[in-house]
């Protein structure tokens, strides 16, 4: 897959994690380039524990960096090649979450 040719499938497979949903939601708020700082701003991302740390930077990050919604350089995040596109989705899942909480979810 080339950055930028995110499918739905593969969108809808990072939002079903919160940490990423969370990271997510703080880029769009944050506007391009959506700028945060790694490892300083993840306890602020559901990643307070060293665990949960460890798991984001060896599994969600890698997987948003692989789909290119996220560019990983030192010690920043920023919006990837497929951020753009992706949005709508973004926002619109956003809202969906806040507005319509359903039974179990995390």
């Known amino acids: 897959?080339?950055?930028?040719?995110?499918?739905?499938?593969e969108l809808y497979d990072v939002l079903s994690d919160r940490a990423r949903r969370r990271l997510l939601w703080t880029m769009l708020d944050?506007?391009?380039?959506?700028t945060v700082r790694v490892p300083e701003e993840l306890p602020r991302l559901?990643?307070?524990r060293r665990e949960t740390r460890i798991r984001f930077v060896h599994?969600?990050?890698p997987k948003l960096v692989d789909t290119g919604?996220?560019?990983w350089d030192d010690d920043e995040l920023r919006m990837g090649a497929a951020f753009d596109g992706a949005e709508?989705?973004?926002?619109?899942?956003?809202?969906?979450?806040r507005t319509t909480p359903l039974p179990g979810a995390v």
């Open 1 to 9: 897959m080339e950055h930028g040719d995110l499918t739905v499938s």
């Open 30 to 34: 944050r506007g391009h380039p959506g």
């Open 46 to 48: 559901d990643a307070g």
């Open 59 to 61: 599994v969600h990050l």
């Open 69 to 71: 919604l996220v560019r």
């Open 88 to 97: 709508p989705i973004l926002t619109a899942a956003r809202r969906e979450e």
